[in-house]
């Protein structure tokens, strides 16, 4: 194994996924842009205002926020988490990030999965 088998992705250039009020993820690290990966990688931007669908994933996530303070709704229940800090949610956990600042948030996301997982969203 050499250099060459190393691959670099710029968030500008990966897949993304269109979320409401022009927030986004993108799919930087996954089946799809690298060769057999383990885990996958991602990167979103939730601008003020957003609230995402309330989802639940087959496997667990774990996001690190870069910018903002990122609020993640477990049911009714709120769970901040600011700059600097990780989160951990299990699998089967139901969950919705929601921005209620004025700025963006920004994040850093990981699954156990080679791409972003069988997800369902809960009504």
């Not at 269109?18 to 990167?43: F, H, R």
């Not at 303070?69 to 600097?84: I, S």
């Not at 209620?100 to 948030?105: A, G, L, Q, W």
């Amino acid at each position: 194994m050499d250099a060459k088998d190393v691959k670099v992705i710029s968030v500008k250039d990966a897949p993304t996924v269109e979320l409401p009020k022009g927030s986004w993820s993108a799919m930087c690290i996954t089946k799809d842009t690298v060769n057999n990966p383990k885990s996958m990688l991602g990167y979103s931007r939730f601008t003020p205002g957003t609230v995402c669908a309330m989802m639940v994933h087959e496997t667990e996530e774990m996001c690190y926020v870069v910018k903002g303070c990122g609020t993640v709704m477990v049911g009714d229940q709120e769970v901040k988490c600011p700059t600097g800090c990780a989160m951990h949610i299990p699998a089967g956990v139901p969950h919705s990030v929601v921005n209620h600042s004025n700025e963006d948030v920004e994040m850093v996301f990981v699954f156990s999965y080679p791409e972003y997982p069988p997800t369902k969203k809960v009504e």
